[in-house]
């Protein structure tokens, strides 16, 4: 990630899980965007087999600080629902509107 990279006026910031236990499943990383209201942009976990993986389909930050640019279609933030965002979003709809 370019160091210099900002997305909505701060840098991308890049959480790691400490203390975890060496083996089973676990969230390992996040990565949040401040100036996007601490959006979650990406979370990898490690699964029980010990593999690494994305837990979100999401861009790269690059690609990400190109597209919430702030135009017209991004009014409000609103290109945060095509990616990460959107998928905890939708499933807490989904969780409301069963109970």
């Known amino acids: 990630m370019d160091a210099g990279l ?11 899980a ?3 236990p060496a083996n089973g ?16 942009l990406q979370a990898r976990l490690r699964l029980p087999s010990g593999q690494v993986i994305d837990a979100i389909v999401a861009p790269s930050a690059e690609a990400t600080a190109e597209a919430m640019n702030g135009d017209a279609d991004d009014f409000a933030g609103n290109r945060s ?3 990460g965002g ?3 979003t939708a499933a807490w709809m989904r969780e409301r509107i069963a109970s």
């Not at 900002?6 to 790691?16: E, H, N, S, Y």
Request: glycine content about 12%; charged content about 20%.
């Open 6 to 16: 900002r997305i909505g006026g701060a840098p991308p910031i890049t959480l790691r």
């Open 18 to 20: 400490r203390d975890l």
């Open 25 to 40: 499943p676990a969230f390992v990383e996040a990565v949040v965007l401040p100036g996007r209201g601490m959006m979650l």
């Open 81 to 83: 629902f095509s990616f």
């Open 86 to 88: 959107a998928v905890r």
